[in-house]
């Protein structure tokens, strides 16, 4: 039973597509729009851990291979590339020194730039010339869905596969896995799927061992 419950955990994919957006509309209509640049764009995404800024960076990267060169550091940039950077805050020295001349050749180099960090470009305690170049392109905060939101969202996806499940295991999941919604969607889909597997109902120690660590 071990392996089959290993079989059926979630192996998630992040994607535009599964990325349920919320009040970030706006950020997604401007990141399928960034994919298409080659004029030096820079578009800056911060939030909180959890908040889906890596989720979407990693969408966008996907969806970008299909098009043109992605770099997903700044050393790696090529002609024409998407250069992806994700927690630009743990950047070393030389990855920022890197960084930092892509932000000067983007344009002439006909590339574009995704950053993700924590924070704001002026917080990130970086230099003046580095933050400043970061803080002229688009700067967008994530903005996370709410536990109801996720509570009704998660409700909302268990309902259209059929699944039969409790507002008891919705909170549990809530409280005891990650925070971000599609990987809760993903362990839904995941705990659907055992269910169905092992002829067991949809019950708290089924989904507990669905999350237990390997």
């Given at each position: ?5 290993l079989d059926v955990r979630p192996d998630f994919k992040p994607t535009l597509d599964n990325f349920v ?120 905060e994530m903005r996370p869905l709410s536990d109801e939101q996720k509570r009704e969202t998660l409700m909302q996806h268990a309902a259209g596969r059929g699944m039969h499940v409790s507002p008891e295991i ?45």
């Amino acid at each position: 039973m071990k392996q089959l419950i290993l079989d059926v955990r979630p192996d998630f994919k992040p994607t535009l597509d599964n990325f349920v957006p919320g009040d970030n509309a706006a950020l997604i209509a401007a990141l399928r729009d960034h994919i298409q640049r080659r004029d030096g764009s820079v578009l800056y995404l911060w939030g909180l851990p959890g908040s889906g800024r890596s989720h979407l960076l990693a969408g966008v990267a996907t969806l970008a291979q299909t098009l043109r060169p992605v770099a997903l550091s700044a050393e790696t940039a090529t002609s024409g590339a998407l250069v992806c950077i994700d927690d630009v805050e743990q950047c070393h020295e030389d990855a920022l020194a890197a960084l930092f001349r892509v932000l000067i050749n983007a344009r002439a180099e006909e590339q574009c730039v995704l950053i993700t960090g924590n924070t704001p470009p002026g917080a990130l305690g970086f230099r003046a010339d580095t933050a400043s170049r970061i803080a002229q392109g688009l700067i967008f905060e994530m903005r996370p869905l709410s536990d109801e939101q996720k509570r009704e969202t998660l409700m909302q996806h268990a309902a259209g596969r059929g699944m039969h499940v409790s507002p008891e295991i919705v909170s549990y999941l809530l409280r005891h896995s990650r925070r971000d919604l599609p990987w809760l969607m993903a362990v839904l889909d995941a705990l659907d799927e055992a269910s169905l597997s092992l002829a067991r109902p949809i019950t708290l120690p089924l989904l507990r061992e669905i999350l237990r660590p390997e």
